[in-house]
């Protein structure tokens, strides 16, 4: 922590370091805390490169002082659980990646600084972001990709790690590499999968199925999820997407159409719709729980 006293309001500041101010949101129930117990309300706060400069000012002709901590100093935010976050998770239940990305990118602005800080919703916008990349599909796999690695690196939630290595599992399968994603997802299974993570592991195996070609039993996975997971609602657009595609391989158009109808009604919709029927098995398939 370092003080420095200006002489006044117009004491001197370089212009290479006013080049790098950034001011943080001025949002007064967030602090930062550092070691010595120190804390300070964010909204008092700029970054400036790679430091924090709190501004006081102590005398009546304007005169300041500063005192400035290193960003790399502190241990913890208080920082309540954004809104957006919530937003963002319930756009992509509607399959609305475009507005997810939009309400999240002010967030990756304010929380990348404190990405490794206890406290801060950087690992949880990463992993919501990590989603939407996923529902836009093609064009957005290198970009899915790096995100999931960082999620993967950065997250204290084991929860949020083994998602990111299903998500860089999912893009293998998009790459065209089905064996390679099968010889990873066996290597999650063998480690334990939280249960929380049970639609995604079958809205994987749903997607390796398609991208052999296996297109009846790809239907027939979807379809269990979309059955049996209906609360995973995140997951929803996805498993649609899929059962899409199988139904089109399989040469019915008209179950497909059905799907793409649904489908626009989620995207309409302004909250996630309750469960619905399932579109019909073709003959032969059993809906049994997974």
């Not at 550092?34 to 700029?46: A, M, Y």
């Not at 790399?72 to 919530?86: F, H, I, S, T």
């Given at each position: ?19 790098l ?25 700029e970054l400036?490169?790679r ?45 609305d ?16 600084p404190?990405?490794?800080v206890?406290?801060?919703w950087?690992?949880e ?5 990590l ?14 990709g ?20 299903l ?8 790459a ?8 990873m ?22 997607d ?37 595609a ?9 179950q497909a ?9 989620l ?6 719709p ?5 579109p ?11």
């Amino acid at each position: 922590m370092t003080w420095l006293l200006h002489r006044g309001p117009y004491g001197r500041r370089s212009t290479a370091s006013l080049a790098l101010v950034v001011f943080l949101p001025l949002l007064g129930a967030q602090t930062l805390h550092f070691p010595d117990g120190v804390s300070v309300p964010l909204s008092r706060l700029e970054l400036r490169g790679r430091r924090l400069i709190e501004q006081r000012t102590v005398s009546p002709d304007g005169g300041q002082v500063e005192r400035s901590f290193l960003l790399a100093d502190v241990v913890r935010v208080d920082w309540p659980r954004p809104a957006e976050l919530d937003a963002a998770a319930d756009a992509i239940a509607r399959g609305d990646a475009a507005t997810a990305e939009t309400l999240l990118d002010p967030l990756r602005a304010e929380h990348a600084p404190f990405a490794r800080v206890p406290g801060s919703w950087w690992g949880e916008v990463l992993r919501i972001r990590l989603r939407a990349l996923l529902l836009l599909g093609a064009g957005r796999e290198a970009e899915a990709g790096r995100v999931a690695r960082e999620l993967a690196a950065i997250a204290g939630d084991p929860d949020a790690r083994q998602e990111a290595r299903l998500a860089l599992t999912e893009l293998e399968v998009r790459a065209g590499r089905p064996d390679l994603a099968e010889a990873m997802l066996a290597e999650l299974e063998r480690e334990g999968v939280s249960t929380r993570l049970q639609g995604a592991i079958h809205l994987l195996r749903a997607d390796l199925l398609l991208a052999r070609r296996e297109a009846e039993d790809a239907v027939e996975a979807y379809l269990r999820l979309w059955v049996f997971f209906r609360s995973e609602q995140e997951l929803m657009p996805r498993a649609l997407q899929g059962a899409i595609a199988a139904f089109a391989l399989l040469g019915d158009e008209t179950q497909a159409a059905r799907l793409k109808t649904e489908l626009a009604r989620l995207a309409a919709a302004d909250t996630p719709p309750p469960a619905v029927d399932a579109p019909a098995a073709p003959a032969g398939v059993s809906l049994s729980p997974p």
